[in-house]
């Protein structure tokens, strides 16, 4: 698919066709400015009869407005799947949330993207299809952009699928492109050990944030089955790393499970497991997923979780919910319009 070319790819690619080199640069931004086949005008038609099957046909199929302004994209690809994206807009731009794979293999107990297990995964251009979508959707371009942040947090681990979540993150980060900084960009992980290792020695200063949820093995293989390959230890051990590395501070998230993660003595072993460390705890109060059966911590009990931390000596807050009303929250995310539920 063109989508997962560079510039100097598709350069290359229009030449290896005998074409000067500015029939790259024009289907370039083309692809960037999110346009469909049938939307370019200065490409003869010869040249887009030719390159229509590699042309990307990506498309939104439904969009969904949540109350607080949050907005969910059902993206459709040439294959017939379909993955969701977030739209979350804040006082200091717009924040997408994209899927890296349809569907999830992780089995996390408290998140509904691996209800159906993995189907497959994204490609870099499909996964730098959603931004390409949602930005020209909110009136963007290239060169002015209406996307400001990047977290790929969506449905899929994305260090499952690393070789082409590189590949887009060099391609959103390129300046011929639509140049965002990667520090603006999060990547979400529930902790495969040797691709973080990999992931430091990128290049790459976005900021790592780990999907821990748990203070301690024995609580986290209850709910994170990734928790019986690696240990939390093992984990931390590639934190540090990633920080020597890149002098980035690491996110931690901790979805806080009534009954499960949320007492005191819990908060009191995160204390210890991750003082010294340059890092930041996000408190997630559960969203509900009808399939998990598990109990949410109120947003009172949450923010005692906090203070606790921060009594503590670690640097913490309660992660605002958004877009709950349209399963756009946090662990919502899922197939929800194949299954008919939309």
């Known amino acids: 698919m063109l989508s997962d070319l560079s510039l100097e790819e598709l350069k290359n690619y229009v030449n290896e066709k005998g074409l ?11 692809i960037y400015n999110g346009k469909a086949i049938n939307e370019i005008t200065n490409l003869p038609k010869p040249l887009l009869e030719e390159i229509s099957e590699e042309y990307p046909k990506y498309k939104i199929v439904k969009r969904y407005e949540s109350k607080d302004g949050t907005k969910k994209y059902i993206i459709e690809f040439s294959d017939g799947e379909v993955v969701e994206c977030v739209l979350m807009s804040y006082k200091y731009g717009n924040t997408i949330c994209v899927s890296t794979q349809v569907g999830c293999r992780m089995g996390c107990k408290f998140c509904a993207s691996g209800l159906n297990g ?18 020209k959707d909110l009136g963007g371009t290239v060169k002015e952009r209406k996307i400001t942040n990047i977290v790929l947090m969506g449905s899929g681990e994305p260090l499952d699928n690393y070789d082409n979540v590189i590949k887009f993150l060099r391609l959103v980060t390129s300046e011929n492109g639509l140049n965002i900084s990667d520090r603006n960009i999060s990547l979400s992980t529930c902790g495969l050990v040797p691709e973080i290792y990999r992931l430091a020695d990128e290049g790459l200063n976005i900021t790592l944030t780990i999907s821990l949820h748990a203070p301690n093995d024995e609580i986290r293989q209850r709910t994170m089955p990734i928790a019986n390959r690696y240990s939390i230890k093992e984990i931390l051990d590639a934190c540090r790393n990633y920080i020597d590395k890149t002098k980035r501070r690491v996110a931690i998230e901790y979805t806080l499970i009534k009954g499960v993660n949320d007492s005191k003595v819990c908060a009191e072993e995160l204390i210890r497991l991750l003082k010294g460390m340059l890092c930041h705890v996000n408190i997630i109060p559960l969203n509900y997923v ?27 807050t309660v992660r605002r919910t958004m877009g709950e009303d349209i399963a756009g929250a946090c662990g919502q995310l899922r197939n929800s319009y194949m299954r008919g539920e939309a």
């Open 290 to 316: 009808k399939e998990r059966g598990l109990t949410a911590a109120t947003r009172k009990e949450a923010y005692q979780f906090v203070g606790l931390l921060e009594k503590g000596g670690l640097s913490a």
């Open 20 to 30: 000067p080199t500015f029939r790259g640069s024009q289907i370039f931004d083309a």
């Open 118 to 135: 993995l189907k497959r995964n994204l490609s870099s251009g499909e996964i730098l299809g959603q931004v390409l979508l949602v930005n």
